[in-house]
């Protein structure tokens, strides 16, 4: 499993449309690449967010060739010492709520060679992980997501 994590700092311009507050806050970008999942739940990624924003949004890549994926899932830990607490899966990904925003598939329904998004409010977890599966077969997923200090 590959994960990294970087800090851009204020000289790194972060995109048009954002206004002057958005571009002076440090992005901390998260990403895990092409990792193999199955049926059973591969974890994608773990990712510190006690330091960060309450929001965070990602893209999910799966890629050509894969099956659609059947699951996925968003585990939260909400103390360095509490456990590992389900947060969203599955079908949670169709509906928005005030929890998060999905793209249309979303990550649950994923078949390869597609891209999903999703933005999630983490309340007041300290780490965050990314799950996901396939009804049977394999495919190559990735993450590519970020948040804002």
């Known amino acids: ?12 311009k972060i995109g048009h449309g954002r206004d002057a507050h958005d571009a002076s806050m440090p992005t901390i970008p998260f990403q895990a690449n092409n990792i193999t999942v ?3 739940l591969t974890m994608l990624l773990q990712f510190p967010v006690a330091a960060l924003e309450r929001q965070i949004s990602f893209e999910v890549f799966n890629a050509a060739g894969s099956v659609t994926t059947s699951n996925f899932v968003i585990i939260r830990q ?6 590992w607490l389900p947060y969203l899966a599955g079908t949670d990904f169709e509906t928005a709520t005030s929890k998060y925003i999905a793209s249309t598939p979303g990550p649950h329904q ?8 999703v933005d999630v409010d983490c309340g007041a977890a300290v780490m965050i992980q990314l799950w996901a599966s396939v009804a049977s077969g394999t495919a190559v ?9």
């Open 38 to 40: 199955g049926p059973s």
């Open 110 to 117: 994923l078949p390869g060679g597609q891209s999903a998004w």
């Open 1 to 12: 499993m590959s994960v990294h994590l970087l800090l851009l700092t204020e000289k790194h």
């Open 78 to 83: 909400l103390h360095d010492s509490g456990s």
């Open 141 to 149: 997923v990735s993450v590519y997501g970020g948040s804002k200090r």
